[in-house]
């Protein structure tokens, strides 16, 4: 310690000076006042900024805390202020005993605050309520198949585009080259109706003649080409339907097939599917009617046109006639649903196969792939689930007649 009378150093524990004997004190040293009197801030290379204990969290820089907590107490500002608003709009609109709290909610504009209130909820706040994060994973995974489900709608009908652009240019293609194949030429024939009042069905009058039924060309059963006179009569316009039997069974007690509970069957349009021979009999002997012999069917599937494979000429496609559909999902289409043959008649290909009279037996001069028993019966025309071979007019299938399927109806014929 150093004396201030004579400059004399001492040491830190001597109370006197050794040289002079003055007394020693220690004075700390004070910074420099301003001219305020208040001290000045030090300008040591060492000052600091006091630092926060350790249980005090640093404050943030920004005012009112950071970006996602001010958007919190935005969200729920706006959230109370619209609860506010509505429930204000309910206590002043609100008569005692007149409305109801669904009253309330069905209101236009206090649904408008719910809605507006609950979506802001959901979209801050699902990730803390369970519920709300399952209903919001639900929402985007909705959304995501919705995307998907049209995307391959537009890709299916990109697909279906080129396929047609390509029938579209292999038929000018063959058109230019010729090698087209014509169609027969229709004939408008001006048929005389009857109106069987029995089950409300238009039946049209077929001309007597003769007609070469069978064919050369396909199944042995089929063979040979004959000719057989048929005498006019009268045939269904179209095969009988669901709405038809049904009237049958109301009057007689008669049963309804098992198949008309499948919703790909029972529509009121639709051909009934599902009967038995011996059932078609009993519809016929209600109506005044009868089947029709399998001579008779192919006179009229015919359509008064001669050599030809189907009821309009040589080939046939999905516009002309229903089948070729898939036998699990699938169904009949309803009657008339496709243009007439040339006698007017609908569906003589395609749709449902029919049972005709006509017992299982080989034509004169012909034989049969196999034999069948005298409760056999023939059916005609091919059906919905049939491909395009199995609906010529001179295919031939057979059957007990106590068989039943969901390919085959039938319809009736009377004489004139």
């Known amino acids: 310690m150093i004396c201030k ?38 300008t040591s290379r060492f000052a600091s900024t ?9 404050k943030a820089n920004l005012p009112g805390g950071s970006e996602k907590k001010r958007s919190y107490l935005m969200v729920l500002l706006i959230i109370l202020f619209a609860l506010i608003i509505g429930v204000g709009y309910f206590l002043v609109n609100t008569e005692p005993g007149k409305q109801t709290l669904d009253d309330f909610k069905k209101n236009q504009y206090v649904g408008e605050y719910i809605s507006l209130a609950d979506s802001l909820l959901k979209a801050n706040f699902s ?26 709608i537009a890709a299916a009908d990109s697909i279906a585009a080129a396929l047609a652009a390509k029938k579209e240019t292999k038929v000018a293609k063959d058109t230019s080259a010729g090698e087209t194949k014509p169609r027969s030429k229709r004939i408008n024939r001006n048929m005389q109706y009857y109106k069987n009042l029995k089950d409300n069905m238009n039946m049209v009058l077929i001309p007597s003649g003769t007609v ?40 007689t007690g008669y049963k309804l097939p098992k198949h008309i ?22 519809y016929a002997k209600w109506a005044g009617k009868r089947l029709p012999t399998e001579a008779e069917w192919e006179k009229a599937a015919r ?11 040589n080939d046939i496609d999905p516009n002309m006639a229903c089948y070729d559909l898939n036998p699990e999902l699938d169904g009949p289409a309803d009657v008339k649903s496709y243009e007439p043959n040339d006698f007017k008649l ?10 005709t009279s006509s017992p299982a037996v080989a034509y004169p001069g012909g034989r049969l792939i196999m034999e069948y028993g005298q409760d056999y019966r023939t059916i005609r025309g091919g059906s919905w689930k049939d491909i395009k071979s199995g609906l010529t007019v001179s295919k031939r299938d057979f059957k007990g007649r106590k068989w039943t399927g969901n390919a085959t109806g039938f319809r009736c014929v009377m004489d004139y």
């Open 212 to 251: 070469k039924i069978g064919s050369d060309m396909e199944s042995e059963n089929e063979k040979p080409v004959h000719e057989v006179e048929v005498k006019e009569f009268y045939i269904d316009e179209h095969e009988v339907t669901n709405s038809q039997f049904r009237i049958f069974v109301e009057e």
């Open 346 to 355: 609908y569906d003589m290909d395609g749709n449902v196969s029919e049972w």
């Open 5 to 42: 009378g004579c400059n004399t150093l001492n040491s830190n524990d001597a109370k006197v000076c050794v040289n002079c004997g003055k007394k020693l004190g220690m004075v700390a040293a004070m910074p420099p006042k301003s001219p305020t009197g208040q001290a000045q801030p030090s």
């Open 303 to 313: 359509g008064g046109l001669l050599s030809l494979k189907y009821p309009y000429g």
């Open 261 to 282: 509970l499948f919703d790909r069957f029972n529509g009121p349009q639709q051909p009934i599917v599902g009967v038995s021979c011996e059932d078609a009999e009993a």
């Open 50 to 58: 006091p630092k926060p204990s350790a249980g005090q969290a640093p």
């Open 127 to 152: 990730e803390f309520v369970p519920s709300w994060k399952a209903e919001e994973e639900a929402r985007k995974l909705s959304e995501l198949k919705e995307i998907a489900r049209l995307d391959s």
